[in-house]
């Protein structure tokens, strides 16, 4: 773990690993495990019971053998779906509490270093994900939805073209939810277009706040970074390339 962690956010990143390894426990044995990892059953067996916890680099060694036995990336494509004509289906993905747990673990792991104040996505499907990632940080959690609530006087907004249409869409947040200075990490589901990502960055912006961090479960390809002006680190579970679409579509 990193060495200028507190002590309360290196013991929850270490009870984040056992999770993950419990998590496990409910599909593989104590001798798979050790087998896959190379620690020993027993040492395996008091981890899950939480009768003793892993040090810190220990905990994060754990986690690079536990992702090695079933990553993030692998499940994510094992539930994708595809349409007829070769659109994707997150369905099965973006409402699933395991995988939304160890998505959230993961994302948790990556911005560790960052030092991260609020927690932003657009409605709806990276909700989910979004909320269980603000929980496990601990921090204020801001949904940006396509109208305007009913009893809040002012709004920040930020409209951007989806594409494949001639209509604009436009996200709403309220003012001062964001407040200057603020560092933001976004979440979402799926990043394709990137143009729903800059219309997020925009309104972090316009609050003066700072963008830290971006985390999505699926992008796809790199076209997206020309709508997207961002200095920040970009963690994805799965990425897929446009010529892999191209083939489901032909």
Request: charged content about 30%; aromatic content about 12%; overall charge negative.
């Given at each position: 773990m990193a060495k200028y962690l507190g002590r309360y956010d290196d013991l929850k990143l270490r009870l984040m690993v056992i999770e993950r390894l419990r998590l496990l426990k409910d599909k593989y044995s104590y001798k798979q495990l050790s087998?896959?990892?190379g620690i020993p059953e027993s040492v395996l067996c008091?981890?899950?019971k939480g009768s003793v916890l892993p040090g810190g680099e220990t905990a994060l060694e754990l986690w690079r053998k536990l992702e090695s036995?079933?990553?993030l990336s692998s499940i994510i494509r094992?539930?994708?779906?595809?349409?007829?004509?070769?659109?994707l289906n997150l369905t099965k993905i973006v409402y699933n509490?395991?995988?939304?747990k160890l998505a959230s673990q993961y994302a948790v792991m990556k911005f560790s270093s960052k030092k991260i104040k609020k927690v932003i996505t657009a409605a709806i499907n990276g909700i989910p994900l979004a909320t269980e990632i603000a929980v496990n940080m601990e921090k204020e959690l801001i949904v940006a939805k396509d109208a305007k609530e009913v009893g809040?006087?002012?709004?920040?907004?930020a409209s951007y073209h989806p594409g494949g249409s001639s209509e604009m869409k436009t996200l709403y947040i309220p003012k001062g939810c964001i407040k200057h200075g603020d560092?933001?990490?976004i979440v979402d589901d799926l990043i394709r277009t990137g143009r729903t990502l800059n219309a997020i960055v925009k309104l972090v912006e316009k609050n003066k706040g700072r963008v830290e961090g971006v985390f999505a479960l699926v992008v796809v390809g790199d076209k997206w970074k020309e709508h997207v002006k961002i200095?920040?680190?970009v963690e994805v579970g799965l990425k897929i390339e446009e010529e892999e679409l191209a083939k489901r579509r032909g």
């Open positions: 087998n896959l990892t008091r981890y899950v036995v079933e990553s094992s539930k994708i779906e595809y349409t007829p004509d070769g659109l509490p395991y995988i939304i809040i006087k002012e709004f920040v907004e560092e933001v990490l200095d920040c680190p």
